[in-house]
């Protein structure tokens, strides 16, 4: 049987691809470990630097395999979240790349992702109300906080699907591409991040995603504390003595 999510490196960028298209993509338990390894990976390796995720097929991710839920087999990680990384996304940038459907769960994964790149025709929605379910693995969280109330109680609660255009009018989608070129705008994107310093980049993400937990004088104490060591490395060195001479900076993550 085929792998449920396939992993590959292009230069500093992991690919990572939601394997089950006979399903749109959907998720059983054994794809969600299968994500939050390869999340892991991305992390812990140190020539890595930036992850687009991606669906095969066509289709970004459905959420939830239904059929595989009635056998009591959950996409769920306990402590993770749908797919391993809902709750606790990779501390490196993640890019989605979307084609086709982001629903429930995916249109979760998506928003777990930092930025997206998506076909002109893709959809995205939260049906669960539909199926008696509730979203919760980000929708109803951060969609709150992401877009205004009004809108996102209109995709909670209704269930009903928005297209790629109104979706990035929300600000929910960065880039949208000519349909069937996602993967390739996202790792243009991604390529941009990881010409960056390595350092700079993961710390810039955790103080982002963290601060709205702060208070404004809180901020200003937890980001210097996190941001310090980035300016005290080896890497801030180098990027100013490769400013000075005028070349391309060489990253070392330390």
């Known amino acids: 049987m ?10 500093y960028v992991q690919v990572i691809t939601i394997n089950r ?5 959907a998720l059983d338990g054994a794809a969600a470990r299968a994500l939050a390894a390869a999340a892991d990976e991305l992390d812990a390796n140190d020539e890595l630097r930036v992850g687009v995720l991606t669906g095969a097929g ?7 395999d239904l059929k595989a839920y009635l056998r009591g087999d959950k996409p769920n990680i306990e402590g993770r979240g749908f797919g391993g990384i809902t709750t606790t996304p990779p501390r490196k940038p993640l890019v989605a790349a979307v084609e ?3 629903l429930a769960g995916g249109f979760e994964l998506m928003l777990a ?3 997206v790149v998506a076909g002109q025709s893709s959809k995205f929605g939260v049906p669960e109300v539909k199926r008696a379910l509730v979203a919760g693995g980000g929708a109803a969280l951060l969609l709150p906080r992401r877009i205004p109330y009004a809108v996102a109680m209109e995709l909670l609660l209704t269930g009903e699907a ?10 929910l989608v960065n880039q949208l591409v000519p349909d069937g070129t996602a993967l390739d705008g996202a790792l243009r994107l991604a390529g941009q991040i990881a010409a960056n310093g390595p ?4 710390v810039t993400k955790q103080i982002a995603r963290e601060q709205a937990d702060w208070t404004l004088t809180e901020g200003f104490l937890r980001q ?26 060489v990253w070392r993550g330390i």
């Open 2 to 11: 085929a792998e449920p999510v396939t992993v590959e490196r292009r230069g």
């Open 21 to 25: 298209p006979e399903v749109k993509n």
């Open 58 to 64: 066509g289709a970004f991710c459905t959420g939830m």
């Open 100 to 102: 086709g459907w982001a």
């Open 113 to 115: 992702c930092d930025l």
């Open 162 to 171: 928005i297209t790629a255009e109104r979706a990035a009018a929300l600000g």
């Open 199 to 202: 350092l700079a980049v993961a």
């Open 224 to 249: 210097a504390e996190l941001y310090k060591p980035v300016f005290d490395s080896k890497d801030a060195r180098e990027g100013a003595a490769a400013f000075a001479e005028k070349r391309a900076p």
